[in-house]
C-alpha cells in the first residue's frame, strides 16, 4: 500500500500529511501533475523470474501505457539482499546514484513487481515522499526536482519505461535538500510504528447460523 509524507522544504522540515488513504494521495499527487496508478500484483511469478517473464506477466497493463505515453523503451530494474561478499558495497553504490536531488529530461515511470522504494517530488516548496510498494505505478513528469531512496537494505523489482535510451541520465540540482528530510529506513520504521499503534479492526460478527 502506497504510503505520501508531504514536508516542508525549508531549514527544518515540517510533516504536512502522512496518509495511507488511496484518494487522498492521489488527489494530493495530482496537483503536481503526479500519476499514481495501482495494477493487480501477479501473485504467482517466481521469485528468480527474468527480464522477459516479469514483462510477459504484465504484457497488457505495459502495453497499455506504451500506447498512451509513447515510450520505446522497457526493462526490468532489480535489487534484493543476498550473501555475497561484496552485496553491502554493491547496496550502497547503487543507493547513492539517485540520493541526491535530481531531474531527467525525460518522465520517471516505474511500476514496483515487487519490494518498495521512496521518491521524493521537490515541488513548489514541499517535498512529497511517495513510498510505493508491490503494485504501484508512479509516473515522475520530465523536470521534475526529485529524488530515490531504496533505503540502506535495498530490495526491490521494478518495470521501467523510457522515450529514449539517454533518459535516466540525472541532472544534479547540488541542492542538499535530501540530508535533512527523513529518508526511506526513517519513514518506513515511523509508518511501521503508526500500523502498531493503530487499533485493530473491529472483528464482523458471524452471520446468524440458527436453526428454524
Ligand atoms: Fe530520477
Redesign the pocket.
Known amino acids: 500500500m502506497t504510503y505520501l509524507t508531504v514536508y516542508t522544504d525549508g531549514e527544518q522540515p515540517e510533516t504536512l500529511l502522512a496518509t495511507e488513504d488511496a484518494a487522498e494521495i492521489a488527489a494530493t499527487l495530482k496537483e503536481i501533475d503526479v500519476v499514481l496508478r495501482h495494477w493487480a500484483v501477479v501473485e504467482d511469478l517466481p521469485e528468480d523470474a527474468g527480464q522477459e517473464e516479469i514483462l510477459a506477466a504484465y504484457r497488457q497493463e505495459v502495453d497499455r501505457v506504451i500506447a498512451e505515453e509513447g515510450y520505446t523503451f522497457v526493462d526490468v530494474a532489480r535489487l534484493h539482499p543476498d550473501d555475497s561478499p561484496d552485496w553491502p558495497e554493491r547496496a550502497a553504490a547503487a543507493r547513492k546514484k539517485?540520493l541526491n536531488e535530481?531531474t531527467?529530461d525525460d518522465d520517471?515511470v516505474r511500476y514496483f513487481v515487487a519490494g518498495s522504494g521512496i521518491f521524493y517530488l521537490h515541488v513548489n516548496g514541499k517535498v512529497h515522499a511517495v513510498l510505493c510498494e508491490a503494485g504501484d505505478l508512479l509516473s515522475v513528469p520530465e523536470n521534475t526536482t526529485?529524488w530515490?531512496d531504496m533505503g540502506t537494505r535495498p530490495d526491490f523489482t521494478a518495470i521501467r519505461f523510457f522515450h529514449d535510451d539517454d533518459g535516466w541520465i540525472?541532472d544534479f540540482t547540488g541542492d542538499p535538500i535530501a540530508e535533512r528530510i527523513p529518508d526511506f529506513d526513517t519513514i518506513t520504521s515511523t509508518r511501521a510504528a503508526r500500523t502498531a499503534r493503530r487499533p485493530a479492526e473491529p472483528r464482523r460478527a458471524s452471520p446468524a447460523c440458527g436453526r428454524s
Open positions: 539517485f535530481h531527467h520517471e526529485h530515490f540525472g
